[in-house]
């Protein structure tokens, strides 16, 4: 996508979007010049961060796999950023046709490309909303028409709570989104953890976040990431970096806390 391709109205293809940019790490062409200069200052800063893009997506893959298998047929993505490979409704229909997917994004670049993804696939919608207001994403009515709301419901949140900077209101996200939801369901977590990264580094990550559409990111600790999943059971192995979220094959610890990496969980609710 350039510059001089038509642009749909809202869109300002000058300032960043971190779906675009999340595109561009794996390898789509849904993104400006705009996107791939600050993606690539990201490179730059952390020079591994395609594979942790891929490894995040894998970890979305597995997750659906294993919750379609053990029954879930009700699925949110919220922050579903651009359709790419193996998105949330390809993997859960891959296993179950009658599983029912809402995406839910709050980029109109997002939305555009996904319902043009589905004119054909009644099972899944996508519709406009913003994870810091979780009550209008559940009480949004094509939301109620497609959902079941008796029904147990995965809600996936990959890599979008740390855009909530402020702890507590990430924390008050979540548990607004778990007591919506009804027994058996599941939260699906992931979030990047800056390990040791040095202070110059994550302050030169957090300048280039905050350039783009969505702002600045959060540098949580442990403790917090590990909050976000009160009021569940996680599913075994717990919260660990997404590559050793139940690999399809053996892979080799890479816990190297020097720098940042992925961490994500699968918790079913309490009740």
């Known amino acids: 996508m350039s510059e001089s391709d038509e642009v749909s109205p809202g869109i300002n293809p000058a300032v960043p979007s971190v779906a675009r940019m999340y595109d561009y790490w794996l390898g789509g062409k849904d993104n400006f010049g705009a996107d791939r200069e600050a993606a690539e200052e990201v490179i730059r800063l952390v020079p591994g961060v395609r594979e942790l893009a891929r ?22 993505d919220i922050g579903a950023g651009l359709p790419t ?16 997917v809402v995406y839910v994004d709050n980029d109109p670049v997002v939305l555009a490309h996904a319902r043009a993804l589905l004119v054909e696939n009644s099972q ?64 699906v977590i992931s979030h990047i953890y800056a ?52 690999p399809d094959h053996p892979v080799p610890p890479r816990m190297d806390t020097g720098k940042p990496y992925v961490l994500g969980g699968v918790g079913t609710v309490d009740r």
């Not at 970890?59 to 047929?73: N, Q």
């Open 195 to 246: 390990g040791e990264m040095s202070q110059a580094d994550r302050d030169a990550g957090r300048a280039i976040y905050a350039r783009t559409s969505s702002g600045p990111v959060a540098d949580r600790s442990l403790q917090c990431l590990t909050d976000f999943f009160s009021g569940t059971t996680l599913l075994p192995p717990g919260l660990v970096p997404v590559h050793d979220w139940r």
């Open 55 to 76: 490894e995040n997506r894998a970890f979305l893959r597995r997750a659906v796999e294993h919750l379609t298998k053990v029954g879930i047929r009700q699925f949110i």
């Open 85 to 100: 490979q193996e998105n949330t409704h390809e993997v859960a229909q891959r296993i179950a046709a009658d599983a029912r």
């Open 124 to 187: 899944t919608i996508a519709i406009e909303g913003d994870l810091r207001e979780p009550k209008s994403i559940f009480d949004h009515p094509e939301l109620a028409v497609h959902l079941d709301p008796e029904l147990p419901t995965a809600v996936l949140m990959l890599s979008v709570l740390h855009f909530i900077t402020v702890d507590r209101d990430a924390l008050s996200v979540v548990a607004a989104v778990r007591d919506a939801l009804p027994p058996g369901s599941h939260l």
